[in-house]
């Protein structure tokens, strides 16, 4: 476990995040009232608008830009187009995609303590070279529960085991894990685990009032990939893209997870954005490539940056069976404080091959081969023939609730010298509060004059954020609570507002406060928030 041994000090503290996300309402857990419900959590005031910066940002980046602007390896503009297609589908799509045989996790489940454990999540602990003997489990990452584990199997052996005698293995490496005696995490007694059984994590749900559960059986979509595939026909039919293009969207997947655990990183409800980007097989290595490289740069300009974000290619065993044939599959990862020194992933980026196009062709039998006619030999009249083919696709998948979870993880910054004792450095572009206009006191005429100032910012600047205004409680105090709220800059309206027409602007992570023209304000923050 010492490889996984958290440093304290470099550390944030989830606990400390968790507790700033409630006390100023980013993420709330969801029906609180009522005990809370394992999986789900609910955005409040800040954490929508941020999640919904966050969304913005990736569709004007990718969507309205195409890339941002930046030409594709074939020097031409990136095109991308957007759907929004439905959670509930027809269930042989799902058939097709292989999520129904194949989306399983193997889970273990504990006979003492009813709880139910991802297998791979599991490692199991034990005396080395004794494959039948005493085999205690832990969950990964988890100093708390190697500990236990430890004590357990000391206890059992009625002696201190030193580290050299301990084993570690994954649980699914056990083989016939029937053979071990397992100890579950939470267990009091030893072999109270069962061995791994497959668990489809998908949600079903009924069709119709007086649906038959099996044959009116339908799914909660668990990617929004799939919607994208289905429509590739008609998306080529109806519009004027030509491969390379992509397809992009944005919107709700929903997974079982067997252990929904560290905060909004792994739910049961969660948000996607992902783009199918379909080209021509002999491309696919050029567009994978760009797609990775511009994906990572990306996440760097949301303000994730240094040792914190990590681009990891995956091995080739790592990789799902169709992946294999394919030109690469990375992960875009971030070091959250629940994994330290650890990643967890953000985004994966796979070229998928042809495999989703060529199922849903085979088992819908309509043709999804696409027509280039700029490709093929060319003709006695100088036009190419023209090719028949399935596209490769390049696919950037991401996790919207992991990107502000990441966002936020990045931005909380602890600061004993400030009164909140903690800022929030979110990105600008990302902030949920643009701007906070005070009036130093409430009388003299400053508080008309700040209202008139945060209507005119609300006017130009309210699409992106909230403009707040605050007259309540001591200026220092006001500033604190932007600070928690990430909010960049603090616009002042004192005794000299009134006689020289000039605000105060404080700066949020500098804490500098200079004097600016009443005039000036607006000009200001449309440059600093890059609009
Ligand atoms: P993991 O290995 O963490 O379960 P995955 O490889 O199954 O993730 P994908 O199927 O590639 O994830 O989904 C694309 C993205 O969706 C992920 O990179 C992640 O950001 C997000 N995502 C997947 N599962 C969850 C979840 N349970 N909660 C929140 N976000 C998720």
């Not at 606990?15 to 609180?32: T, V």
């Not at 909004?264 to 990775?292: G, L, N, V």
């Not at 910054?413 to 906070?436: N, Y």
């Given at each position: ?138 969950i990964e990452n988890d100093d708390a529960s190697y500990a236990s584990a430890r ?303 945060r209507a005119e910012l609300h006017q130009r600047f309210g699409r992106l954020g ?66």
């Amino acid at each position: 476990m010492a490889d996984n041994a958290t440093d304290a000090c470099d550390v944030k503290s989830m606990d400390d995040i968790m507790a700033l996300c409630k006390r100023r309402g980013f993420i709330y857990q969801a029906s609180e009232i009522y005990g809370g419900v394992n999986g789900f959590w609910d955005y409040g005031p800040l954490g929508s608008q941020l999640k919904k910066n966050l969304r913005d940002a990736w569709w004007n980046d990718v969507v309205m830009l195409g890339c941002g602007g930046k030409p594709g390896p074939d020097g031409k503009p990136v095109r991308i187009v957007p759907v929004d297609t439905c959670i509930i589908q027809n269930p042989k799509v799902w058939e097709a995609s292989g999520h129904v045989g194949g989306f399983n996790d193997p889970m273990v489940d504990c006979r003492e303590t009813k709880s139910r454990y991802r297998a791979d999540h599991l490692k199991c602990l034990g005396e080395k070279g004794d494959t039948e003997g005493q085999i205690y489990a832990y969950i990964e990452n988890d100093d708390a529960s190697y500990a236990s584990a430890r004590k357990k199997l000391d206890r059992y052996k009625k002696r201190a085991l030193s580290d050299a005698e301990i084993d570690t293995c994954a649980l699914t490496e056990l083989g016939n894990a029937e053979l071990a005696i397992t100890v579950g995490p939470d267990a009091k007694e030893v072999g109270t685990l069962t061995p791994p059984r497959a668990f489809n994590l998908m949600f079903k749900t009924v069709l119709g009032a007086t649906g038959d559960a099996e044959i009116d059986k339908a799914y909660l979509r668990p990617e929004t990939a799939q919607g994208i595939f289905i429509n590739f026909k008609n998306v080529v039919d109806t519009t004027r893209v030509g491969v390379p293009f992509g397809i992009a969207q944005t919107g709700k997947a929903f997974r079982n997870e067997v252990t929904p655990r560290n905060f909004t990183f792994r739910s049961r409800e969660f948000e996607q954005m992902e783009i199918e980007f379909f080209c021509h097989p002999d491309e696919a290595k050029a567009w994978y490539e760009f797609w990775r490289d511009w994906r990572m740069a990306w996440w760097e300009s949301m303000g994730l940056k240094g040792e914190n974000l990590i681009l990891r290619e995956h091995d080739r065993d790592e990789l799902a069976h169709y992946a294999k044939e394919g030109a690469g599959t990375s992960d875009i990862e971030y070091r959250f404080p629940f994994t330290a020194p650890g990643y967890g992933e953000l985004e994966g980026i796979a070229d998928r091959t042809n495999f989703d196009l060529k199922q849903h062709q085979e088992h819908s039998k309509k043709k999804m081969e696409y027509h280039d006619t700029t490709r093929g030999e060319l003709l006695p009249n100088g036009q190419p023939k023209g090719e028949w083919y399935l596209p490769h696709v390049i696919e950037p998948s991401a996790g919207l609730d992991r990107g502000v979870l990441a966002v936020l993880c990045e931005a909380f910054t602890p600061d004993p010298e400030r009164p909140s004792g903690v800022v929030m450095k979110l990105h600008p572009r990302l902030s949920p509060i643009k701007a906070g206009v005070f009036p130093l006191v409430k009388k003299d005429g400053m508080p008309e004059v700040a209202e008139k100032l945060r209507a005119e910012l609300h006017q130009r600047f309210g699409r992106l954020g909230a403009i707040e205004f605050d007259e309540k409680q001591s200026i220092g105090k006001r500033y604190a609570r932007m600070d928690e709220a990430g909010c960049p800059f603090c616009f002042t309206i004192d005794g000299d507002t009134m006689t020289d027409q000039t605000v105060t602007v404080r700066d949020r992570d500098t804490l500098s406060q200079e004097r600016m023209g009443l005039d000036k304000v607006g000009d200001f923050l449309a440059e600093k928030l890059g609009v």
